[in-house]
């Protein structure tokens, strides 16, 4: 079997592009990549169209010179992602070629739209895949009431290989007792990720155990006001880390006791989540994305419906005074995520799909 993924131009950076760099060597079948994609300032215009022409002349003359049996797509759930690699799939279709189309993400602000406004050239650029992969059951639920009938997977994310040999190599750290507890936050820093919600409910907990600390990693446009918010409440106990990532990123996971996360935000499957849950930390979540198929409450951590800082706290406050249970959380996320998010169990999961909609007598989309 020959495969021709599509990903982001090597320069990009998010989600996709992120994926596509972990899987790379972790195949059994051939897999080509493909670039496409914004390589400027992301702005719309004659730039991007023409961009978008070449990419598709470049792309049909890969495919017309590869003996390729499956195409895999990862559109963005957003409209410049999926009118661009819309395009994509109907050329694979016409060369002949299964598609198979890997949505990360789901924003049901933009679903909202894209049912009142474009609902029809969405059906017309992707129904002819031969099967779509998801990150959670509710949105493969919700692509099923756009009316697609073929098969729809849902698949998962892979943790960077780098980063999961840096968890299995490093002995874990026995849980902290007493008063020392450390709580970590690391995402791109924008409000929908809960960071006003987070830093709210760490100032309740520190208020009542003054041997509380916090992290925040990572940068984004809100972090100038998540620093405002920390000074007005008077927490000397918030370190603001900025951006981390390879040995800094191990630190930070490494130190820590929890991770938070109570993002409200359009999640897919929230890499950090499974990050953390590699290095053997009991988590706090609620149940965005995928996190609502698979994370086990009590098991995992501690999962809620709730944005209330007093219920961040509360969790907070319990994990804390449970040394021997945030250690045996912490052994099952550990095995959890290493068993289900590696590189190769990832890849194992796309080369199922692959040979499924390749199958001899498999009906073509």
Known sequence: ????????????????????ATLRDAFKVEVDYFYSGARDDGRYGPR????ASADYARFARTLAAGRYDVVHVNPSFLIGALTRDAGFVRLAKAFGKKAVVFIHGWDKSFEAKLRAKWLGLFRFGYFRADAFVVLAQDFKSRLRTMGYRGPIHVGATAI???????????????????????????????????IEEA??????????????????????????????????????GVAFAGYVSGGRKVEELRR?????????HGEGMPISVL??????LPVITRPVGALADFFEDGAMGYLTESRSPEVLAELMGKMMDDPAGRERMGRYN????????????????????YADVTRPGRAAA
Do not use: N, W
Request: glycine letters at 10%.
């Open 1 to 20: 079997m020959k495969v021709l993924m599509l990903a982001p131009d090597k320069a990009a950076q998010g989600g996709v592009a992120a994926f596509c």
């Open 199 to 236: 830093i709210k409910g760490f100032g309740l907990l520190q208020a009542a155990r003054p041997g509380a600390t916090m992290t925040v990693a990572g940068d984004g446009p809100y972090l100038g006001e998540a620093k405002k918010l920390a000074e007005a409440l008077g927490l000397a």
């Open 48 to 51: 991007t169209v023409l961009r």
């Open 160 to 194: 960077e290989r780098s980063l999961l040999e840096a968890s299995t190599t490093l002995s874990p750290r026995p849980p902290r007792g007493g008063s020392a507890f450390h709580v970590l936050f690391l995402s791109r820093i924008v409000k929908e990720k809960g």
């Open 334 to 353: 550990r095995e959890y995520a290493r068993g289900r998010f590696s590189p190769s169990a990832v890849a194992a999961m796309l080369e199922a799909i």
């Open 275 to 280: 990050e953390a849950m590699a290095f053997g």
């Open 256 to 264: 820590a006791d929890c991770y938070l996360f109570p993002s409200f």
